[in-house]
């Protein structure tokens, strides 16, 4: 009986030390400037392509530390329709211009020591848009570094992602070539 309770405890305290992944907090908010550029209508949809779906993996660290991000389509859905929005677009579901943004890449990998942290995250958007027979096509890229002493801290990582996301949707509401391909010229 003691032995059975002794590994049952033991299990007990096993399961507690194994960790579960921590989910990604991003809420990128759209902060640049405001026009009347795109003043339409717009249908969006935003698609997350990426092969792997982790949006944060800490490399060399034994068990790998992958953390997913599910909300990832939600959240950049949310801060493109902030943008388009303050371009003077209104984002209906019913629209004869539809932007569709595929997420390809969108992720921080990071290298720690016991000394030190550096985080390199990188984005890849592919921007598709139609009305009626015509298409426009554009990737925007972008990324960002963060080093500090130590180990990482999730929450900063969580903000370099958040501004990372930040300028490249501020990159699209303002590319010249987006915006004439709108207005119809």
């Known amino acids: 009986m003691r032995v059975i309770l002794l590994i049952a405890v033991l299990s007990f305290l096993l399961a507690g030390c194994s960790s579960t992944p921590r989910s990604v907090i991003l809420h990128p908010q759209y902060q640049g400037p405001s026009s009347n550029a795109l003043n339409t209508n717009m249908a969006l949809q935003v698609n997350d392509l990426r092969t792997t779906k982790y949006t944060i993996r800490v490399k060399d660290q034994e068990p790998a ?42 992720k921080a990998i990071i290298a720690e020591t016991l000394s030190q942290h550096q985080s390199d995250a990188q984005t890849n958007v592919t921007i598709q848009v139609t009305q009626g027979t015509r298409s426009f096509e554009k990737q925007y890229k972008g990324s960002a570094s963060l080093s500090g002493p130590l180990k990482h801290d999730q929450a900063k990582v969580e903000e370099q992602l958040n501004n990372l996301a930040q300028q490249v949707v501020a990159r699209i509401v303002q590319d010249p070539e987006f915006i004439q391909f709108v207005r119809g010229r």
Request: charged share 5%.
């Open 65 to 106: 530390l992958y953390m997913p991000d599910a909300n990832l389509p939600v959240n950049l859905n949310h801060v493109m329709t902030q943008a388009l929005a303050a371009h003077g677009a209104q984002v209906t579901p019913i629209a004869p211009t539809k932007v569709v943004v595929n997420i390809n890449r969108f």
